[in-house]
């Protein structure tokens, strides 16, 4: 068995993999948030290769379609919890079978007979996932959005998969000096000392920008797709219903929910939330960061 720690968002990881795996090779995009062992880790996720994890007996909490992937969900009497995730565009082909603590501080991954990239995105999943519940109770949270950088601040912008967001933060890094992406798909919000802060991660979608920094949230903005562009900030109550499906989450778990809505609710005291109706053109990036940044 071989170890591997990463610290993400001041969380640490450990990946015990068997001989015969190859965390760095597994794990290319974790690369940048290689760290000394923790003597506390967040989670510990044991990993092997070889026939996935049976839940024929487990009840089943749902199946779930995760960016095309579909993610079984399963739960057993002890409180454990079992996922099945399966490769996107295939027939529910598994690429890994995962069995988790019920706080998620202890999982165990199989990685499914298939190519390297294959594995890659069956652990890489996994890990998504345990890392999400794990961190719920601790001012964590990993949130759907691409979020941009400029004069020392984080601005998110979230929508549904196919929206625009990626293409918007684009448009503030072609037309607004001094901007740089930080992540593209999932990045980490962190309240450290009552400070709402986003951290880059190794999970950044189709883009490979996998950055170790972090910033202050100057604000989120949540797109939407309009024939003219328009922007207003969201009350408390829109914020909160607009932020939690953005949010990884398990409603049927307690725990991780009222984690989750306890941190939204903390964060959004202090960090402002917009909604952007918007093309996608410059004057919208224009707009919007006018509306947004930090003065």
């Not at 996932?129 to 601790?138: H, K, L």
């Not at 933060?169 to 709402?196: F, S």
Request: proline share 5%; net charge negative.
């Amino acid at each position: 068995m071989t170890s591997s720690s990463y610290c993400i968002a001041l969380h640490s990881l450990q990946v015990v993999c068997a001989d015969e795996l190859d965390s760095a090779q597994l794990l290319p995009s974790f690369a940048p948030f290689v760290c000394s062992e923790a003597d506390s880790p967040l989670l510990t996720m044991e990993v092997s290769a070889g026939t996935p994890a049976d839940f024929s007996s487990w009840n089943e909490i749902g199946q779930f379609d995760c960016g095309g992937a579909n993610h079984g969900v399963y739960l057993n009497a002890d409180g454990h919890h079992g996922f099945e995730i399966s490769l996107p565009g295939t027939e529910h082909r598994l690429a890994c079978s995962m069995i988790a603590d019920s706080d998620f501080s202890h999982c165990r991954a199989t990685l499914a007979e298939g190519t390297l990239r294959q594995q890659q995105f069956g652990l890489n999943n996994a890990l998504m996932m345990a890392y999400a519940f794990a961190a719920a109770t601790m001012d964590t949270l990993l949130i759907h959005a691409s979020v941009i950088r400029k004069d020392g601040y984080g601005y998110l912008f979230t929508a549904p998969s196919g929206t625009g967001k990626s293409t918007h933060t684009h448009l503030w890094y072609k037309n607004i000096p001094g901007c740089d992406l930080m992540n593209d798909d999932n990045p980490v919000i962190r309240i450290v000392d009552g400070q709402a802060r986003i951290y880059g991660s190794p999970w950044s979608g189709k883009t490979p920008c996998y950055r170790n920094i972090w910033a202050p949230i100057g604000a989120i903005t949540r797109l939407e797709q309009r024939p003219a562009n328009e922007i207003r900030q969201m009350s408390a109550l829109e914020a909160f219903t607009t932020l939690l499906p953005a949010v990884s989450s398990m409603k049927w778990d307690r725990r991780v929910y009222m984690g989750i809505c306890q941190t939204i609710s903390r964060m959004i005291k202090s960090t402002p939330v917009y909604w952007l109706g918007c093309l996608p053109d410059a004057e919208a990036a224009l707009l919007s960061y006018q509306t947004i940044s930090v003065k």
